[in-house]
């Protein structure tokens, strides 16, 4: 189940790239309860090029599902308005 929401980016950090050679990111995000949750980018992703340091401290909004073991982002862009 694919769920779209606005997240804040508090941190993010730039993982060892995939075995494709796509880059891969993780968040630490809050969400619009105040949760903070950690979000990964999914592997292979080609949108994640898009990413750069201007997202930290910046709204997204994002898709997201959940596997086994964590939250993967499966599409973002910077959102226009809180």
């Given at each position: 189940m694919?769920?779209?929401?606005?997240?804040?980016?508090?941190?993010?950090?730039?993982?060892?790239?995939?075995?494709?050679?796509?880059?891969?990111?993780?968040?630490?995000?809050?969400?619009?309860?105040?949760?903070?949750?950690?979000?990964?980018?999914?592997?292979?992703?080609?949108?994640?090029?898009?990413?750069?340091?201007?997202w930290?401290n910046?709204?997204?909004?994002?898709?997201?599902?959940?596997?086994?073991?964590?939250?993967?982002?499966?599409?973002?862009?910077?959102?226009?308005?809180?």
């Amino acid at each position: 189940m694919s769920d779209q929401e606005r997240y804040f980016i508090k941190t993010m950090r730039r993982l060892t790239k995939s075995r494709m050679g796509n880059p891969r990111f993780k968040f630490t995000v809050v969400n619009k309860l105040g949760e903070t949750r950690v979000l990964h980018t999914a592997p292979d992703a080609g949108w994640t090029y898009a990413i750069n340091d201007g997202w930290e401290n910046r709204m997204i909004e994002g898709e997201t599902h959940t596997n086994s073991r964590n939250i993967i982002l499966d599409f973002a862009k910077i959102a226009e308005k809180f």
